[in-house]
């Protein structure tokens, strides 16, 4: 009967600690989920591209040139109040490649790029806004 009791207490205790262990983890998955929900993404679109401008510093899409590995998922959020796409090719010369259509504000669009090379991008609705992805 006392070999019984310590028994239980020893599966207690293990319990006790295995518990005080997952808590830590339990918050770690709390904070990544929060974190999920603000989609940071790779490109953004800022504030007011919607008026010409921006192209001068070229920070119409930032950043305006993205290096990334082939395979990889590029994402991009428009951060400004004004509708925006990413479209490409060139507004007088689109490629008909990939396009977002209208992304309203702080929505987002994503793409992977199976194939090396350079893509450039525009906005249909601001023939100033111009980026590229290049896929190594
Ligand atoms: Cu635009």
Redesign the pocket.
Known sequence: MIKKITMMSVVGVVLVILLALSMPSNSDKKNTETSDLIVKGDVI?PTK??RPGCEVLDI?YIPSSIIVEKGKQVTWVNQ?S????VTSGFYDEPTELFDSGHLDPFESFSLTFDESGKYDYF????PW?KGQVIVE
Do not use: E, I, K, R
């Open positions: 679109m591209v919607s119409c400004d004004a509708f925006h796409s906005c249909t609705l601001h806004m």
